[in-house]
């Protein structure tokens, strides 16, 4: 027993001597670290012309009103928790979004 004293003592004491010292005379090797550059991000816009727009907004909306009109005819046939009239509610939602998006563009 007496021959594992002494080894733990010394281990102790280095351990204890190792936290109670200030680290404020380490050396850093460590370089700075910059800081970070972040870059602006610019998306090219290619105007589109206002016929085009408008032509596109003319299709969404007939798209959407035809979407809309099949999802309450299957809501009618098949109820509203069938996998097809979920579909066709899902379908007219997509159109019906980007119909609003055209929409917002237009300043309507």
């Known amino acids: 027993m ?3 004293k002494l080894p733990a003592l010394l281990l102790a004491t280095l351990c204890l001597s190792g936290c109670m010292q200030d ?3 380490s050396v850093s090797t460590r370089s700075p670290v910059p800081p970070l550059k972040r870059k602006a991000v610019q998306t090219k816009q290619h105007p589109v012309s206002q016929n085009k727009l408008e032509q596109e907004y003319d299709k969404a909306y007939k798209e959407y009103t035809e979407a809309y009109n099949e999802y309450v ?3 009618r046939e098949s109820g509203p928790q069938t996998r097809v009239t979920l579909d066709a509610l899902l379908d007219y939602q997509k159109k019906y979004n ?3 998006k055209l929409k917002e563009q237009l300043g309507k």
């Open 2 to 4: 007496n021959k594992y």
């Open 23 to 25: 680290g404020s005379n």
């Open 73 to 75: 005819r299957l809501l």
């Open 98 to 100: 980007f119909y609003i």
